[in-house]
């Protein structure tokens, strides 16, 4: 398989701040190739930088062989890209949006409408055709976007949190669209998420923390570096448990929500037998389970991706959901 995206020491400075620290990486063609990391992490700048949205200030990347500051119109022909916050236009009608993109991209009148008919029946849409996006559902609005993006035949999509504010049963069906275009159209797709079960359908997942990449690689070789089997307990007094747990077990015993403490043990349910019978702090609950990518996150950071990343957007409308309630 051909390298479709090149990326070497990528950065981007605001001022003295350095949002991206040198990204390194290769995307090869018809990958679903993950970017995982927290708010802020510096995810949006890096797909702004290759999409040719902003420019880099030190480093090269190449979209489908092109340089994406020299040869910006042939990267921005090669390319789909879906934003992070929504671009459609609420007032006009599916059909109307699709169209104003066809003409943004020179494609020809006489095969437009065949076009937008193709797109549209990826995502499910073609039913809605002529109506106004303002009466779509948000997972309906995110469908339509991607078959916007799907429009001039990108050779590589870019969808910055293609799901973010979705409830999970939309998220499940934007994702099997995702999934379709891979199989069907050979695409190759680049998104950020901070969701850990999507970055685990990807092929490859880059972990990105304060600006740098600190893990590149499948789900499973990361979740297999963490190793063995974690344990998560809420004890009568946390505190006293990490210090013992630490103390007994050699091991690196890190704060989780709801309470709990997380740490990593080798033959898990042998472990908690005597854990359970020996422990001299009373134990109020206790699970095992195999590593996550957030476990992977927890290992490379010491702190959870999930507690930061409910994003002030989410809860803003979580907020007024429950006062509509
Ligand atoms: N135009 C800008 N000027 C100054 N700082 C910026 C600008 N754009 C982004 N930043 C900063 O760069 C950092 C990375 O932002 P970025 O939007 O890339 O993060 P992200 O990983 O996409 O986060 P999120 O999950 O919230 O979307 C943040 O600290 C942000 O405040
Ligand atoms: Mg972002």
Known sequence: MSNIIEVSGLKKRYKDFEAVKGVDLIVKEGEIFGFLGPNGAGKSTTINMLSTIIKPSEGTAKINGYDNVNEKNKVRASIGLIFQESTLDEKLTANENLMLHCKFYGIERKIRDERIQ????????????????????????????????????????????????????????????????????????????????????????AVMDHGKLIALDTPEKLKSKVGGDIVEVSTEDNSAAKTLIKENYQTEVNDIENDHLSFRVNKGSEFLVDFIKQFDIPIKSVNLRRPTLNDVFLHLTGREIRDETVSQKDLMRKNMQRRAH
């Open 118 to 205: 193709e797109v549209l029946q990826v995502v499910d849409l073609t039913e809605k055709r002529s109506n106004i996006v303002e009466t779509f559902s948000g997972g309906m609005k995110r469908r339509l976007e991607i078959a916007r993006g799907l429009l001039h035949y990108p050779k590589v999509l870019f969808l910055d949190e293609p799901t973010v504010g979705l409830d999970p049963q939309t998220r499940a069906h934007v994702w099997e669209y995702i999934l379709k275009l891979k199989e069907k159209a050979g695409i190759t797709i680049f998104l950020t998420t901070h969701y850990m079960d999507e970055a685990e359908i990807c092929d490859r997942v």
